[in-house]
Each structure stands twice: as structure tokens, then as C-alpha cells.
């Protein structure tokens, strides 16, 4: 829990805690994104984190019928919902996010009950 102050705060710390990473704030400074996550806050001031894209994200996963073996397939798909569960910090997110992505992999083939 913080005020928007301690979170301007913070961003700045992290821009000055090295010289190769550039953390930027998005909107009304309530979000700041970084690699793969997106850290904000509630309206309760409770900070919540959710999956990141960038604007240049363009589904590029394997395709269900490409001649990869089964079991890099299956790790593609097992290693996604991993890195969701680890990136976000509530179900509904988790959920949402689960939902999208399944979307993305029956884009390239999978099949939903499979």
C-alpha cells in the first residue's frame, strides 16, 4: 500500500538502481511496466501485477501442425500458463488472462479439449 508519491518514488529509485534498465510509467503514473509484467495498484491501494504486451505483439507461438515433436509443443503451452501464474498476483487476472490465452493458442491450431 502506498501513495502515488511513494510510488513515483519508487519507479525513480528503480531508474537510479542501474544504467541499463529504463523504467517508464504509463497514464496517470499508476502503472509501470517492465519486461513481461505490469505493476499498478487498486483502488484500495493494494498493488496488483498482471501480463505486460507491448504494442509490437504479434501471437507468435507454434502451430499445432508444424513438425516440432509433441513434447516441445506441450512444454510451449505448459511453460505460458506457468509464466502466467507466476506474473499474476490475483485470480480474476489469472483467469482473464487464461482466457486470452487460450484464444491465442486455438488461433494457431490447438484444440481446447485436447
Do not use: W
Not at 496488483?48 to 507461438?61: A, D
Not at 503451452?77 to 487464461?98: A, H, P, W
Amino acid at each position: 500500500k502506498g501513495s502515488s508519491e511513494e510510488f513515483s518514488t519508487f519507479v525513480v529509485y528503480l531508474n537510479e538502481s542501474n544504467d541499463f534498465l529504463k523504467f517508464t510509467v504509463n497514464g496517470f503514473g499508476s502503472t509501470v511496466n517492465y519486461l513481461a509484467i505490469s505493476l499498478s495498484f487498486d483502488k484500495s491501494n493494494n498493488s496488483c501485477s498482471k501480463l505486460y504486451r507491448k504494442e509490437t505483439f504479434v501471437n507468435q507461438y507454434l502451430h499445432r501442425d508444424s513438425q516440432h515433436p509433441f513434447l516441445m509443443k506441450r512444454g510451449a503451452l505448459k511453460g505460458q500458463f506457468i509464466r502466467l501464474s507466476r506474473l499474476t498476483m490475483d485470480n480474476c487476472t489469472f483467469l482473464d488472462e487464461v482466457f486470452r490465452l487460450k484464444e491465442l493458442f486455438i488461433y494457431h491450431g490447438y484444440k481446447p479439449d485436447q
